[in-house]
T-cell receptor
Framework: DTEVTQTPKHLVMGMTNKKSLKCEQHMGHRAMYWYKQKAKKPPELMFV???????INESVPSRFSPECPNSSLLNLHLHALQPEDSALYLCASSQISRTSGYQETQYFGPGTRLLVL | AQTVTQSQPEMSVQEAETVTLSCTYD???????LFWYKQPPSRQMILVIR??????QNATENRFSVNFQKAAKSFSLKISDSQLGDTAMYFCAFGQYSGAGSYQLTFGKGTKLSVIP
């Protein structure tokens, strides 16, 4: 099973709203990622969590706040977003194995399509 | 920094024919991985095939195969017996260990493939 789930599938929010995106995987992966993808562009990395700790923050504005409450869940809290933040937000996960070496393949969820009005 | 170049923004192929998508990359690293991901109109990123840089043998996955030329830093994808379901955006990606157990992907800009009935 290589399934990563994301909720909601679609989200429309105003610039003053607070909302959260959720990502879940039950593959035992210990690395989880948030990407932002604009139309007709490749995904851009936002955050990386390894062993539930933030390991990479690609200079993302503070209106995006990630959270990893446990090894299966990854949230992205949104507050005071701008219209240019409208995009597809993708979550991914990858395995880390101490015995067989690092597993590098990232498996992606279906994404949340966000529209900021 | 790594760069990934996909020189074909769009391609088309007749159903049941064979098509090859090009990808070149630039890196000074010796240990890395290469991937092809497919993103159909539904927008979910799906892993097509992966290649470890230390393996000389080209990866194969059913109708999908790669031509990996390490010295030339080339990684092309061949799709045999093209099917209508192969219509998608195809991203070539370079993966490298980024510390703390996670891998960072650098994506090319993508090639939009259309399979024509």
């Amino acid at each position: 099973d290589t399934e990563v789930t994301q909720t909601p599938k679609h989200l429309v929010m105003g610039m003053t709203n607070k909302k959260s995106l959720k990502c879940e995987q039950h593959m035992g992966h210990r690395a989880m990622y948030w990407y932002k993808q604009k139309a007709k562009k490749p995904p851009e990395l936002m955050f990386v969590y390894s062993y539930e700790k933030l390991s990479i923050n690609e200079s993302v504005p503070s209106r995006f706040s990630p959270e990893c409450p446990n090894s299966s869940l990854l949230n992205l809290h949104l507050h005071a977003l701008q219209p240019e933040d409208s995009a597809l937000y993708l979550c991914a996960s990858s395995q880390i194995s101490r015995t067989s070496g690092y597993q590098e393949t990232q498996y992606f969820g279906p994404g949340t399509r966000l529209l900021v009005l | 920094a790594q760069t990934v170049t996909q020189s074909q923004p769009e391609m088309s192929v007749q159903e049941a024919e064979t098509v090859t998508l090009s990808c070149t990359y630039d890196t000074s690293e010796s240990n890395y991985y290469l991937f092809w991901y497919k993103q159909p109109p539904s927008r979910q990123m799906i892993l097509v095939i992966r290649q470890e840089a230390y393996k000389q043998q080209n990866a194969t996955e059913n109708r999908f195969s790669v031509n990996f030329q390490k010295a030339a830093k080339s990684f092309s994808l061949k799709i045999s017996d093209s099917q209508l379901g192969d219509t998608a955006m195809y991203f070539c990606a370079f993966g490298q260990y980024s510390g703390a157990g996670s891998y960072q992907l650098t994506f090319g800009k993508g090639t939009k493939l259309s399979v024509i009935p």
